[in-house]
Nanobody, 126 residues
Framework: QVQLVESGGGLVQAGGSLRLSCAAS????????MGWFRQAPGKEREFVAS????????YYADSVKGRFTISRDNAKNTVALQMDSLKLEDTAVYYC???????????????????WGQGTQVTVSS
């Protein structure tokens, strides 16, 4: 079992940056594909970024490609999401996600996720 705890959310102006972190418990963290999803008010939860168990492969939604960077540190059981050039439409609750089946990191749907964090709010203002 994996428990995930996010941190780093907050209020930022458009064009600014935030760094989200996700701390995972469990000895098997390095065997999971990890990712970030987000959910805006009135919308479904959507894929943002994911990373393979080794960190060697990363995947991004088109809407964040070139602005967001996902990374992981298996020694510290953490995964991070660096968000730059933030836009108003990035406002959402961001969730850390772990997939035991998709260790490659190639998972894009909520049904492919085994564990979720509690979420952290990111608000981008004009």
């Amino acid at each position: 079992q994996v428990q995930l705890v996010e941190s780093g959310g907050g209020l930022v102006q458009a064009g600014g940056s935030l760094r989200l972190s996700c701390a995972a418990s469990g000895r098997t963290f390095s065997t999971y594909g990890m990712g970030w999803f987000r959910q805006a008010p009135g919308k479904e939860r959507e894929f943002v970024a994911s990373i393979s168990w080794s960190g060697g492969n990363t995947y991004y939604a088109d809407s964040v490609k070139g602005r967001f960077t996902i990374s992981r540190d298996n020694a510290k059981n953490t995964v991070a999401l660096q968000m730059d050039s933030l836009k108003l439409e990035d406002t959402a609750v961001y969730y850390c996600a772990a997939s035991g089946k998709y260790t490659s990191g190639r998972f894009y749907f909520t049904q492919q996720v085994d564990y979720w964090g509690q979420g952290t709010q990111v608000t981008v203002s004009s």
